[in-house]
């Protein structure tokens, strides 16, 4: 027969493996989120990198064409201004 004891050793061993992988999975949830997040990031300095590529290499275009154009800088910019840039670079 399994005395009280055993009973109640066992239960509280179980709540601990519980709070064990509850804690575990937070962790993994936490890290993916943050593996998340830097993707992300790294994906967008890319994007932004070949963005400022491609306007240098139109704007080399626009000079040898004699089209006086806007002087853009390397910096962050809105997304309705990147979009009002590639309307008017495609619309040529």
Do not use: G, P, W
């Not at 000079?63 to 910096?75: G, I, L």
């Amino acid at each position: 027969m399994i005395n009280r004891r055993e009973l109640l050793c066992k239960h509280t061993m179980n709540e601990e493996l519980s709070y064990e992988e509850e804690q575990l999975q937070l962790l993994l949830l936490n890290e993916m989120k943050q593996l998340k997040l830097n993707n992300e990031r790294s994906l967008k300095q890319k994007q932004d990198e070949e963005y400022f590529d491609a306007l240098q290499v139109d704007e080399k275009i626009n000079e040898q064409k004699n089209v006086v154009t806007e002087n853009v800088e390397r910096k962050e910019i809105s997304l309705e201004e990147m979009r009002r840039i590639r309307l008017l670079k495609f619309s040529q």
